[in-house]
């Protein structure tokens, strides 16, 4: 008989995490090795149980989802992430499967589809709820930069030219608070972690004429 999927759930919800884990000790091939409730201790504990499969929440304190994704994806190879949440919106969904995620459910999902997804991502497969597929194919056929709006390419166009947020705002007479708005929006829809990597991203996929 096999070894069975070894479980991390990662929410910081303490009523959640024991549903979770009454349910899928049920599992005879599934078995719950540790709990966490942050971003921190989801990536040290990854680490340190050699788990196969985490399941994540993405708004948690002490270090959010997207972050522990990538982290986990960098130190745990190995270990595949699922995320599991209550929000499907395209910021959260492009930023979880661009930081690694294998799987993206919500948390409606009924208790035998989620041991099937445990079951279909450490095998190999993807597991995504039906409205994220949609979002990533639709995503998938839009051309670059297709989800910014006229003022984000406006910003964009002069962050990448070298302007700070001062001169972007007097060139696109707005306020420099506007400008910070915007900015933030576009790391998010670039999935960067600064200004340079927006920059730079913007040049290398010709976001920007």
Same mark, same amino acid.
């Given at each position: 008989?096999?070894?069975?999927?070894?479980?991390?759930?990662?929410?910081?919800?303490?009523?959640?995490?024991?549903?979770?884990?009454?349910?899928?000790?049920?599992?005879?091939?599934?078995?719950?090795?540790?709990? %966490?409730?942050?971003? &921190?201790?989801?990536? &040290?504990?990854?680490?340190?149980?050699?788990?196969?499969?985490?399941?994540?929440?993405?708004?948690?304190?002490?270090?959010?989802?997207?972050?522990? *994704?990538?982290?986990?994806?960098?130190?745990?190879?190995?270990?595949?992430?699922?995320?599991?949440?209550?929000?499907?919106?395209?910021?959260?969904?492009?930023?979880?499967?661009?930081?690694? %995620?294998?799987?993206?459910?919500?948390?409606?999902?009924?208790? +035998?589809?989620?041991?099937?997804? *445990?079951?279909?991502?450490?095998?190999?497969? %993807?597991?995504?709820?039906?409205?994220?597929?949609?979002?990533?194919?639709?995503?998938?056929?839009?051309?670059?930069?297709? =989800?910014?709006?006229?003022? +984000?390419?406006?910003?964009?166009?002069? !962050?990448?030219? =070298?302007?700070?947020?001062?001169? *972007?705002?007097?060139?696109?007479? *707005?306020?420099?608070?506007?400008?910070?708005?915007?900015?933030?929006?576009? !790391?998010?829809?670039?999935?960067?972690?600064?200004?340079?990597?927006?920059?730079?991203?913007?040049?290398? +996929? &010709?976001?920007? +004429?």
């Amino acid at each position: 008989m096999p070894e069975p999927i070894r479980i991390l759930l990662a929410d910081d919800h303490e009523v959640v995490r024991q549903g979770l884990r009454r349910f899928l000790e049920l599992q005879q091939d599934i078995v719950v090795v540790g709990e %966490a409730g942050g971003g &921190r201790d989801a990536v &040290r504990l990854a680490r340190e149980l050699e788990v196969d499969v985490v399941l994540m929440d993405l708004v948690m304190p002490d270090g959010d989802g997207i972050s522990a *994704i990538r982290q986990i994806r960098e130190q745990t190879p190995a270990a595949k992430v699922v995320v599991l949440t209550s929000y499907v919106d395209d910021a959260n969904v492009f930023a979880a499967v661009q930081a690694g %995620a294998a799987g993206y459910l919500l948390k409606d999902v009924r208790p +035998e589809d989620l041991a099937a997804a *445990i079951r279909q991502v450490h095998g190999g497969q %993807a597991a995504l709820h039906p409205d994220v597929a949609t979002r990533l194919m639709r995503r998938a056929t839009q051309p670059p930069g297709a =989800g910014f709006t006229p003022r +984000e390419r406006d910003v964009l166009r002069l !962050l990448a030219a =070298g302007f700070a947020n001062k001169e *972007i705002a007097r060139k696109l007479a *707005i306020s420099e608070k506007t400008v910070k708005t915007h900015v933030s929006s576009l !790391l998010q829809k670039l999935n960067v972690q600064d200004r340079t990597q927006a920059a730079v991203k913007a040049v290398r +996929e &010709r976001l920007v +004429e």
